[in-house]
């Protein structure tokens, strides 16, 4: 089966990035938001996501033939081949990507004649729930759906999809476009076949595939990226240090770019959130997982979501 048509459910921080880079890659992309305030959230992070790709291929033209060259592998296969006047279509490619994306309110609408449907919502089960069900009579025979989702299985949704073989999670990295990585994972029912259509799909988005052989939580990625940024946090709940200083000791000590709060800012406070309320012991008022509940709904609470709210546990306004 050949994807021509993707279909996005939720257009927040990866959403919106997993749409601009279908569109970018010459999809044609339909985001379903549920209201049309959600849509004016929504196409200013489309316009975010415009101006960050025209921005570095405009650089990589510099960088053309250079086989050393750091360039981000989602927005340009192969730097040494290149060519400036090529790199010009691709900031084209960008224009149309903004310019053709379609915004959709009505569901059923939204899911006609999809190839392809990713349902990229907040970690919140019964809210994925709730939208499979809606979805469900409403899907093409067709089409596969897969789910971003980053801790949840797809084995826990798929009685409620209808879609049975044709249903598995596809999930992605923030800044898309950079970390172009895309692991694919089926659950013990997933057709091969649609399986293998969501892995070329990835790679026709210029993602890395990356294949797990079985249902795993958090995938290969957050199976260790979620255990870092919890011990990060618990430092901070049980007040052993603030959250500056637990990065600077990470950058100084390993030589990473970030440490884990500025991976945080990244990801998103209200993900975050939602991952850590997931855990039984963030109900337990003697756990520092409850502590840390609380302290990081009161900066939600402040508006302080992250990078793309211009302030998460650093300013970026």
Avoid at 81 to 101: Q, S, V, W
Avoid at 167 to 195: C, K, P, Q, R
């Amino acid at each position: 089966m050949e994807i021509k048509k993707v279909t996005l459910i939720g257009g927040g921080v990866l959403g919106s990035q997993i749409a601009y880079q279908s569109a970018y890659c010459g999809f044609d992309v339909t985001v379903y938001m549920r209201s049309e305030a959600s849509i004016g959230r929504t196409k200013p992070k489309m316009e975010m996501w415009h101006g960050a790709y025209v921005s570095e291929l405009e650089a990589d033209k510099a960088l053309c033939g250079n086989e050393n060259a750091v360039y981000s592998h989602g927005l340009i296969k192969d730097i040494k081949t290149i060519t400036p006047a090529e790199i010009d279509g691709l900031i084209k490619n960008a224009d149309d990507a903004l310019n053709n994306m379609k915004y959709e309110t009505d569901l059923a609408k939204a899911l006609e004649g999809a190839d392809l449907v990713i349902e990229a919502m907040a970690e919140d089960k019964e809210q994925k729930i709730e939208m499979y069900q809606k979805m469900q009579p409403l899907f093409d025979e067709k089409t596969i759906v897969c789910s971003n989702s980053s801790t949840m299985l797809p084995s826990t949704f798929v009685e409620y999809t209808g879609k049975g073989e044709k249903f598995l999670n596809l999930h992605f990295a923030n800044s898309i476009w950079m970390f172009n990585t895309a692991e694919v994972m089926g659950h013990s029912d997933t057709d091969e076949g649609a399986y293998n259509t969501v892995v070329e799909f990835a790679k026709a988005i210029n993602m890395v595939p990356l294949c797990l052989h079985k249902e795993q939580p958090g995938y290969i990625l957050n199976s260790m990226l979620v255990p870092f940024l919890s011990s990060a946090q618990m430092l901070w709940a049980k007040e052993v240090a603030d959250p500056h200083t637990i990065d600077l000791t990470w950058e100084l000590a390993t030589g990473a770019p970030s440490g884990p709060f500025k991976i945080i800012d990244v990801v998103g406070l209200n993900t975050v959130y939602n991952i850590e309320m997931a855990n039984p012991e963030s109900k337990d008022p003697s756990s520092w997982h409850y502590k840390l509940a609380n302290m990081i709904k009161e900066k939600i609470e402040k508006g302080e979501t992250g990078r793309n709210a211009g302030k998460g546990f650093y300013d970026y306004k």
